[in-house]
């Protein structure tokens, strides 16, 4: 598409969306509303649900990134168990936004300096099953032990699986020398060597870059159109205005990523690999769990749920079904039994991948996720 065409097309979008909007708000569920009832209700679910989970996500690493600056000025004890309780919160948010990987968590920040999805730097588990835990503690130990120094754009120009959640689990949680978790023989290797604080600052502050550029995408700002990526798929103009974006529906965007997340758990050894170092994996993925159930009830905000459309469509056998599942989830999570915790994730795949879209009456295509 010519520069100048495509620039007046992202003009023309954004005034008609100024028009649609109204008084209204980017998210509100009477703007652009276009497609079938399932289209409306995954639009409900991305106001209600997704935004406010990405928010908090953005808002948690940003608390994060604080902690670690004030940590670095009062390295106490009291100090470092109050920033590793932030990781904890800000992994369990991390978990509330990983089922909604499409969009903005797909993008990057500036293709000039990195590239790679936003997902994939936050969570480097995520895009392949690797614990990279070993390669993220040699490179730490090579930035201690080296002369250079640590700047923003040395830990930017980091591939995917040096940085992110996962990294600042290895910093905050243990010794770099000798792996020691315990809690004074961590501040007391911040204490004797400052390097350590400039590689917790810097990792906190690029964690809190992918996560402000998926908030921005989010809400006002997607692939540098200056339009937030749900007015952008509401609008019908996604295809149009972003490459690489091929038009597929609100609906089938997201019961597929859910679908690849229910595949993802099925298939991975998360809960023996991750958070193992913060003991925390388990409390992480129930949030997860229990957001993807409440896409499909809906909130105090929504107007018409998944869970409305299949029970209106006679699948009220397939909601009982789902109800069943979930609790079985959810069991397998408070037992902390990975075998059960994996098999449960494997029948809700299969919930994601026929029966849920039957019972919304929709085809969703050929994208669903088959594992390895």
């Avoid at 928010?55 to 106490?76: G, H, V």
């Avoid at 109050?82 to 919160?89: D, E, F, S, V």
């Avoid at 996962?166 to 792996?179: M, Y």
């Avoid at 896409?295 to 029970?311: E, F, K, R, Y």
Wanted: overall charge negative.
């Amino acid at each position: 598409m010519p520069v100048v065409l495509k620039r007046f097309m992202l003009t023309m979008v954004g005034l008609n969306f100024l028009v649609l909007v109204g008084c209204g708000t980017e998210s509100s569920t009477s703007s652009a509303v276009k497609g079938s009832e399932a289209d409306n209700a995954a639009l409900q679910v991305m106001d209600s649900t997704i935004m406010p989970a990405v928010t908090q996500f953005q808002e948690s690493t940003e608390l994060l990134d604080s902690m670690a600056t004030e940590f670095c000025s009062d390295i106490t004890s009291s100090n470092l168990t109050a920033l590793q309780n932030q990781w904890k919160n800000t992994s369990q948010a991390w978990y509330q936004v990983l089922p909604f990987k499409f969009g903005p968590m797909e993008g990057g920040l500036d293709e000039h300096l990195l590239y790679g999805s936003n997902a994939s730097f936050i969570d480097s588990y995520r895009p392949n099953g690797v614990n990279y835990t070993g390669t993220v503690r040699t490179n730490i130990s090579e930035m201690i032990a080296d002369t250079a120094s640590i700047t923003d754009e040395t830990l930017l120009n980091k591939s995917f699986n040096r940085v992110g959640l996962l990294a600042l689990e290895v910093v905050i949680f243990e010794v770099s020398a000798d792996q020691s978790n315990d809690l004074s023989d961590i501040v007391n290797e911040f204490v004797a060597d400052s390097r350590k604080c400039q590689i917790l600052t810097g990792l906190s502050n690029q964690v809190l870059e992918r996560a402000t550029s998926i908030a921005q995408g989010w809400h006002s700002n997607y692939a540098e159109t200056g339009i937030g990526y749900r007015a952008l798929i509401a609008s019908g103009q996604l295809a149009e205005l972003v490459e690489n974006e091929d038009g597929t529906s609100a609906i089938s965007k997201l019961t597929v990523s859910i679908q690849d997340y229910f595949d993802y758990l099925k298939n991975r050894n998360l809960t023996t690999e991750m958070g193992q170092l913060s003991s925390s994996i388990w409390q992480s993925v129930a949030p997860s769990v229990s957001i993807i159930e409440e896409a499909l009830v809906g909130t105090d905000q929504t107007t018409l749920s998944l869970n409305d459309i299949m029970n209106n469509n006679g699948f009220d056998q397939t909601l009982s079904t789902l109800n069943s599942n979930f609790t079985t989830l959810k069991t397998a999570i408070s037992e902390n039994n990975t075998v059960d915790f994996q098999a449960a994730s494997g029948v809700l795949d299969g919930n994601f991948k026929r029966d849920i879209p039957d019972a919304l009456g929709v085809t969703l295509g050929l994208n669903f996720s088959d594992g390895d």
